[in-house]
């Protein structure tokens, strides 16, 4: 596992994020037209969009990597399982960020439960930091690892039986349901930003990953070395 | 029919056991030794199957309806009798001649008088007859036995003494224990953990 | 046969702990009404169906989560559940065991409860019975693997109410839609769609949560 800067593919990731990045705020800010209704506004599209989506691949990929564990008992995948959730939660609270911001600038409010995808990540964010009190909560071990496996498969199963479950509140609760006026279909312009953006999230995303997993595989290695010397 | 290699186990940071082997072949009798906390009960625990290794290598030739396990808690139910525990322990292992088998056990280990009686108002001594009663319902092949002697006054140090005379050969033992004494005599092999 | 035969010795075996004990379901018995009534008092008097039938499930659901937080507690003392894991039989029958105790609770509240709801608020229809009768399922299944996972772990009371509540919303939805809408069918569907999916993945995942 090497750390050198030389050998390490993470730093090509963590440079295709940047110049991705760079280049989908560039392209959002300035290139692309305004969108026909909303206006400028509409821009945030751009970040809050690609932001939701690497949460759900964070959490898809978390999933695998438990699954992964079940099914070999390898204990590396505990961590990267981990690693992978961590990602999806802070990728998940910067959604909530941005698609407040999205609701304040378009219908005036701050939080609206009208919002399907916003009432959705606010559910699985509630049930993906229970699963850092979980793990704050049992001791290191495979009986951890394996419960946290199990719990990142539950979350996975909740994301579309939420929906649903959102889906069918609306005609409960009756509120106004607030959704975007994204066209159905997206300019050139707009797809090409979009997809620039999506690239640079997940490369960011990536890049993030990488860097978090190598330093926690780090400070396991520490530990058992300074183990093995006493 | 177990064989341990560099055999390690750590609790969070705690590393309780570290670089262990033996070989217990069939038939044999291992003892374990060691202070309080250097692993004896973790060890008896790995070769059960209820934890697993973090470190090496633990080959256990047995399923696990063949494994009596006994240890410092004699789990059972406190608020069910010892009959009703042996009986839902006999399903479980899938004993046969379910009935006859506990009140033989519970005869030989002078429990017969107390088994309508709930777990909980139990002496200590009693409670660890039932439990090693519990251990060998189903007559397993392979015993883990965690200090075994705790608890039980003379009377129940002899019957113990005399089920494992009777056993010792066919079947293969692990056995932690504070006080060698009464099982060197027994004992194929030592294993001691500083 | 032999698993349903496991699967009926442990449940027994709950059921008459429970039995001799009498702890559990009297607290959640006299917890449910007490709720109830607290919630005419936090309720405006103009307050809707929907209202009231809502706060029916939260009652329902908090009183679930006092019958689930003592689940494992039993198995938790002289660890007797390494017991039940050591034997030869599938763990996912002391699952299913679990569950069938934690249901017969739920209605044995439920029984008092719904009465006592249409005593305090309004009337009880087949539909919100049909949908308690689904969400109680749905509630022991994830209750009881959430239950597991949480008595391994330190501040088991805490945890597992946090486990727990994100969880079973889509119950609340499923539930207070059936009791309190003109097309409970859809809502009932939903519920037993829940009930299928997370039954089998909890059925299915039990072993991994209590072995190594």
Not at chain 1, 135 to 147: I, T
Not at chain 2, 61 to 88: K, Q, S
Request: charged share 20%; with cysteine; proline share 4%.
């Amino acid at each position: 596992m090497s750390t050198s800067l030389r050998n390490n593919e993470h730093v090509v990731l963590a440079a295709a994020a940047g110049c991705l990045l760079l280049a989908g705020t560039s392209l959002a800010f300035y290139w692309v037209p305004n969108a026909p209704v909303e206006g400028f506004r509409q821009r945030i599209f751009y970040f809050h969009v690609p932001i939701a989506l690497t949460a759900y691949a964070c959490f898809g990929c978390a999933a695998w990597k438990a699954y992964r564990l079940l099914w070999t008992r390898e204990r590396r995948y505990d961590l990267e399982s981990y690693t992978a959730v961590h990602m999806g939660v802070i990728f998940g609270i910067l959604t909530l960020v941005t698609g407040s911001i999205w609701a304040r600038t378009s219908w005036g409010h701050w939080w609206v439960w009208g919002s399907r995808q916003l009432v959705l990540f606010l559910v699985l964010f509630l049930f993906y930091a229970a699963y850092f009190m979980l793990r704050y909560s049992v001791e290191p071990g495979p009986r951890r690892a394996n419960m946290s496996a199990v719990y990142t498969l539950f979350g996975v199963a909740l994301i579309p039986i939420s929906f649903l479950a959102i889906r069918l509140a609306e005609d409960l609760v009756h509120p106004v349901v607030f959704t975007h006026d994204v066209q159905n279909r997206l300019t050139g312009s707009q797809l090409l930003t979009f997809l620039v953006c999506l690239a640079g999230m997940l490369a960011l995303a990536g890049s993030l990953y990488a860097n978090e997993l190598t330093g926690k595989r780090l400070d396991a290695r520490l530990r058992e070395l300074r183990e093995a010397l006493q | 029919m177990i064989t341990a290699r560099r055999l390690g186990r750590d609790f969070g940071l705690k590393r309780v056991l570290r670089d262990v082997d033996f070989e217990v072949p069939h038939g044999g009798f291992l003892l374990v030794t060691g202070p309080n906390g250097s692993g004896k009960s973790t060890l008896l625990s790995l070769c059960a199957g209820l934890l697993a290794p973090t470190a090496g290598e633990l080959a256990v030739e047995a399923d696990r309806g063949e494994i009596g396990y006994l240890a410092h808690e004699p789990l059972v139910y406190r608020e069910l009798t010892a009959l009703e525990n042996l009986d839902l322990y006999g399903r479980l292992y899938r004993v046969p001649e379910r009935r006859e088998r506990i009140g033989m056990l519970l005869e030989r280990f002078g429990l017969w008088e107390a088994r309508r009686e709930r777990v909980a108002s139990l002496s200590r001594g009693t409670a660890q007859r039932l439990a090693l009663c519990r251990a060998l319902l189903h007559d397993p092949r392979l015993l883990l036995l965690d200090e075994p002697y705790s608890g039980l006054d003379h009377a129940g140090a002899r019957l113990l003494d005399d089920e494992l005379d009777s056993l010792v050969g066919e079947r293969t033992f692990v056995v932690a224990t504070h006080a060698p004494q009464r099982v060197e005599a027994l004992a194929t092999a030592a294993l001691s953990l500083a | 046969m032999t698993y349903l035969g496991d699967v009926f010795a442990l449940a027994r075996k709950d059921l008459l702990l429970e039995l001799r004990s009498r702890d559990t379901v009297p607290a959640m018995l006299l917890f449910v009404v007490s709720t109830l009534v607290v919630f005419h008092f936090a309720l405006p008097s103009d307050a809707s169906a929907t209202a009231e039938t809502g706060l029916l499930w939260v009652a329902l659901l908090f009183t679930a989560l006092l019958g689930l937080v003592r689940a494992f507690v039993a198995e938790r003392e002289e660890r007797v559940l390494d017991g039940l894991v050591l034997a030869p039989c599938d763990r996912s029958a002391i699952w299913l065991g679990k569950v069938i105790g934690v249901v017969a609770f739920l209605v044995a509240a439920e029984v008092v409860a719904l009465p006592a709801y249409a005593l305090f608020f309004r009337p009880v229809g087949w539909e919100l019975v049909a949908a308690v009768a689904l969400a109680d399922l749905g509630l022991a299944a994830v209750g009881t693997l959430l239950a597991a996972m949480a008595a391994a772990g330190r501040a088991r009371e805490l945890l597992l109410p946090v486990l727990f509540l994100p969880l079973v919303i889509p119950i609340v939805v499923g539930g207070v839609g059936a009791s309190a809408t003109d097309d409970p069918g859809r809502y009932l569907a939903f519920l037993g769609l829940y009930d299928a999916v997370f039954a089998i993945l909890s059925w299915a995942s039990f072993e991994y949560v209590v072995t190594e």
